[in-house]
């Protein structure tokens, strides 16, 4: 090792010697002009590698700055989700396909954007719990043809049908509109379509894995698992497990008080149950064949948020001081 040293400060030395021209002086001027190239070259190309090195270090100190900053803009939402979506794609490829990942990028940025840290938590805590439950005993659930297509790796349609509701609450804060009145009210219906949406999956996916005997919302006739409109209590107690969880996390991170934590788990349950009355009595009738799961699950957390609003203006408002 010494010697490689020794050699390497041998070779530094005479590379940055001026003394070592006179060497040269024997050559012809266009061999002495083509040495002196040869020599200043590595020189410019040095500079060029320190100006883009510059360069890079001026980009990186910016994101640094707008994942950093506190209040959020546009900017920073786009450069914390970028960090974020790189560091956790392990996971989100388990739950989503790549086109889903795209979609759930847009919302992840929507969502920082109007709410902050803590509202790109509470989607990423809904997330975490919908790919969980769906996960559940999915061999069986495959050999039995209930299972979600793709191994239950969602794709655009799924995020924004799951997100629908979110994002126009997203949107409603972040330009102001009605002031800051209705600011909470927003916020509110942003927290109960999530809790609304992660009841009804996870209800439907361990009513398919753990679920005795399965009624239809309709009728409560006992019917095949899977059935669209079904119903199991081992089902509705996980759903309202989860919302209930989903709900406390929205609490914790300062996004509802506690009264609207218990209205939200209260009106994802009854959104769930109109939804599980129009999956039995209108989903793949006759004269219904666009109302697919997506456009299904689009009207029960818009239903979740808006009586989640409704619950807040006149029950909360006039009896909760």
Partial sequence: MASISSTLLLLNSRSDSPLRLHNFSSFSSRSENRNLGSITSPGRR???????????????????KLIQSTSPTWKSAVAKNVLIFV?????????????????????????????????????????????????????????????????????????IGSSAAGCVCAFLSIYQVGGPAFSQLFRLGFVSSFCTKVSDTVSSEIGKAYGKTTYLATTFKIVPRGTEGAMSIE????????????????????QITPPEAAVCVLASQIANFGESIIGASFQDKEGFQWLNNDV??????????????????????????
């Fill in 235 to 254: 089902g509705t107690l996980a759903g309202l497990l989860a919302s209930l969880f989903l709900a406390s996390i929205g609490c914790f991170l300062g």
């Fill in 296 to 321: 299904v699950n689009v009207i029960n957390i818009s239903l979740g948020s808006i009586v989640a609003i409704l619950m807040q203006q006149f029950i909360l408002q006039n009896w909760v001081k």
């Fill in 46 to 64: 040095r500079d060029g590698a320190m100006e883009a090195t510059s360069a890079v270090e001026g980009v990186v100190t910016e994101a640094m």
């Fill in 87 to 159: 560091l956790g794609s392990p996971l989100l490829v388990t739950g989503l396909s790549g086109s889903g990942i795209a979609a759930a990028f847009l919302l992840g940025t929507l969502t920082w954007r109007a709410y902050g840290s803590s509202g790109f938590l509470l989607v990423a805590a809904y997330f975490v719990l919908g790919t969980a439950a769906t996960k559940v005993k999915m061999t069986e659930k495959e050999a039995q043809g209930v299972a979600e297509k793709k191994k239950g790796r969602r794709g655009p349609r799924s995020v």
